[in-house]
């Protein structure tokens, strides 16, 4: 717990698609993104950096979701992908797998898949055991 090297989520929003609108393509970005709309692509946080994704009550994506940190309270057809947390809100429903290190599922929200733990760190923590000699 301390020590802890987990990167916070952005407590700002520097991009928002308002309701009504429809994106057709992937989108890539950096900070805080607040979907209300429709997107029928990827989202992915630039670069691998600590990116905040947002998703309100009206939001529908399709497509994979590639963040650090996820909010979710709208419609989600493919698999997120969180590196660190991810809040599934009362209104949320997801269509897909999701990979989360940190997991928060409010009532009311639904998942159709798998939700898979992520421990970066545990392949490094396998310890091999040699198979003892016949003596």
């Known amino acids: 717990m301390f020590g802890n090297k987990s990167s916070k989520p952005q407590n ?3 991009c928002l698609i308002g309701a009504g609108t429809v ?25 691998d950096k600590p990116g905040t994704l947002v998703l309100s009550e009206q ?26 947390y991810v809040e599934l809100q009362a209104k949320a429903n997801v269509t897909g797998d999701v990979h989360y290190k940190s997991l928060e599922v409010q009532l009311g929200a639904v998942v ?5 733990y992520q421990n970066e760190g ?8 040699k198979p003892a000699s016949a003596d």
């Open 12 to 14: 700002r929003i520097d």
């Open 23 to 47: 994106i057709e393509g992937n989108i890539t970005f950096a900070g805080g993104l607040r979907v209300d709309g429709k997107v029928r692509g990827n989202i992915m946080a630039a670069d």
């Open 59 to 84: 939001a529908q994506i399709e497509g994979e979701i590639h963040v650090s940190h996820a909010v979710i309270n709208g419609t989600v057809t493919g698999p997120v992908h969180a590196t660190e």
């Open 112 to 116: 159709q898949g798998r939700l898979v």
């Open 122 to 129: 545990k392949s490094e923590k396998v310890v091999q055991f």
